[in-house]
């Protein structure tokens, strides 16, 4: 089965959108070249010209054999003057005002079709923030009800505040009803989500990459018809005869677009895994009860009672990042990145990085990183994310529907590569450095082509636009990924300003 963009390239839409623009401004400049040389044919023609014309045709030689040699180099020059007048004028009519106008038009079709597809873009994650938004007040309705709930058993035990009683209990049938209204427009957005996700990704996005890609083959086959135009013009005012024939075997063997729209396909192919439909994610009771008996203690304390101190908060779970006693030939966690290289070559020998980094850094797209406030920051959930961890560590790669677990496991795998990005062999230098720039021709190659892949995937989300919506600046950034590509080889040994300052240290890179 043939290769093709809206196969292989679904989620590189603003990527194949802005190579286009690049390519374009190359055939622009191309285009320039021509009119140059066309400009230079005709300079040389008229410069001939006049240049003949200040020169005597007749000179006295006294030796006929000068006379005639003489006269046969004017017949050559006059004949030269008709060659390059003729070439500039074919350079102008068939090469220059020819790839302008495929360029113009070629420029107004990437304008529209890069509007549709962004469009498209936009429409599916305006769907994804507005679930999201449904979702969110709906467990906040939810959570104000099962307080209510939990106030109105306090008030019952309380002789003091029976008189709250009627009225928090009006409270909580309104908030009850709201959380069913709530949980009613939850699940209709559900529906509308997963319909506009379903039709992004089977309908509106293939539509913009094959327009995309005819406009890519159209180029190519554009420019090969102008090589050949080129040399055709050279070999038939005779000039360069030789190098005329050889530009022909160029334009027409060499310049190959079916070739050319392979290997693009080719470098820029992903593990790319279609987002699984949105699911509903129902309210748990429980996160409620935890703050309203600690809120409860605090008033026991102030009245004076002898009830007992609140335990001491449940620690935040964190996935062990502990390597396991045994790894299977799938695992992706705890795995070196020359091993991760090392299996991915008989299936994906062209991707010059890990495939696992590559899933996580699109996932993280796939669900609407730019609009999501506290990317990166806020943990996933941690029974999910060990569930997704063991998945992935078999060879299932399953896109997550909360970003947040996308997020929280790319950083997790980071910190259990066997080796950090830049190696431990190396962070002294880094640490004493002003700047970690220098630090990154010193990287094996391999570690070179990750970090620099992360940097520019990571450098979209600090764009002011997208900052004011994620509240996650350049600090915030190099604080979250700084312990993960620069590890500190001294834990616990090294003064706690020596640490602090790691994540400053890697935001120079």
């Known amino acids: 089965m043939p290769s093709t963009f809206s196969d292989n390239l679904l989620n ?30 005709q300079e040389i023609s008229n410069m001939t010209a006049k240049l003949l014309a200040q020169t005597p045709k007749v000179l006295w030689f006294e030796e006929s054999s000068m006379e005639q040699a003489w006269e046969s180099l004017l017949k050559v020059e006059e ?16 090469v220059h005002d020819q790839l302008t106008r495929t360029t113009e038009s070629l420029a107004q079709s990437q304008k529209k079709v890069a509007g549709e597809g962004n469009n498209f873009i936009k429409l599916l994650n305006d769907s ?70 379903d039709e992004y990704y089977k309908t509106s996005m293939p539509y913009a990459l094959k327009e995309m890609e005819m406009l890519f083959t159209t180029r190519i086959n554009k420019m090969k018809e102008i090589m ?80 007992q101190s609140p335990a001491s908060p449940v620690p ?43 899933f996580f850094c699109e996932g993280v797209m796939a669900r609407n990183a730019f609009s999501t406030k506290g ?32 997020c929280s496991l ?13 190696p431990s062999t190396l962070y002294d230098a880094c640490m004493q450095l002003p700047s970690c720039e220098s630090i990154l021709s010193q990287l094996p190659e391999l ?11 990571l450098h979209g989300f600090l764009a002011p636009e997208v900052v004011a919506q994620t509240c996650m600046g350049v600090d915030n950034m190099g604080a979250i990924f700084g312990p993960c590509i620069l590890r500190c080889p001294y834990e616990g040994i090294r003064p706690p300003s020596a640490t602090l300052s790691l994540a400053h240290r890697t935001l120079a890179i």
């Open 228 to 307: 050949k135009t080129f040399a055709e013009i050279t070999q038939g005012t005779g000039l360069a005869l030789t190098v005329a024939n050889r530009m022909v075997e160029v334009g027409s063997d060499a310049i190959n677009p079916e070739s050319d729209i392979l290997e693009y396909i080719q470098k820029n192919d992903s593990l790319f895994i279609v987002p699984s439909p949105f699911e509903f994610e129902s309210y748990v009771k429980g996160g409620a009860s935890a703050k309203k008996s600690w809120a409860a203690t605090l008033r026991g304390r102030a009245g004076g009672s002898s009830a």
């Open 128 to 197: 994804v923030t507005t679930l999201h938004k449904a979702r969110d007040r709906y467990l906040r309705t939810c959570k104000e009800a099962e307080v209510l709930e939990l106030t109105i058993k306090d008030i019952e035990t309380d002789p003091h505040r029976k008189g709250e009683l009627t009225k928090t209990e009006k409270k909580l049938t309104k908030t009850q009803e709201e959380a069913s209204e709530d949980e009613a427009a939850y699940r209709q957005q559900l529906t509308s989500t997963n319909a506009a996700q």
């Open 79 to 94: 004949e030269n003057v008709k060659i390059h007048q003729l070439a500039a004028q074919q350079l102008d009519d068939r």
């Open 447 to 457: 570690n070179r082509r990750c970090l620099e892949y992360i940097i520019a995937f």
């Open 410 to 422: 790319f950083k997790l795998w980071l910190r259990v590569i066997t080796e950090p990005l830049i």
């Open 316 to 358: 935040s779970y964190s996935p062990n990042d502990r390597a396991p006693s045994s790894l299977n030939k799938d695992a992706v966690f705890h795995v070196s990145l020359e091993e991760l290289m090392s299996r991915q070559q008989a299936t994906h020998p062209e991707v010059p990085i890990p495939l696992i980094l590559k």
């Open 12 to 41: 590189k839409f603003p990527h194949i959108s802005t190579a286009l623009e690049r390519k374009l401004w190359t055939c622009e400049q191309i285009t320039r070249y021509f009119k140059r040389k066309a400009h230079l044919e």
């Open 375 to 406: 990317v990166f920051r806020i943990s996933g959930s941690a029974v999910e994310i060990d569930e997704i961890k063991g998945e992935l560590n078999r060879g299932i790669f399953k896109l997550p529907s909360d970003i947040h677990n996308i």
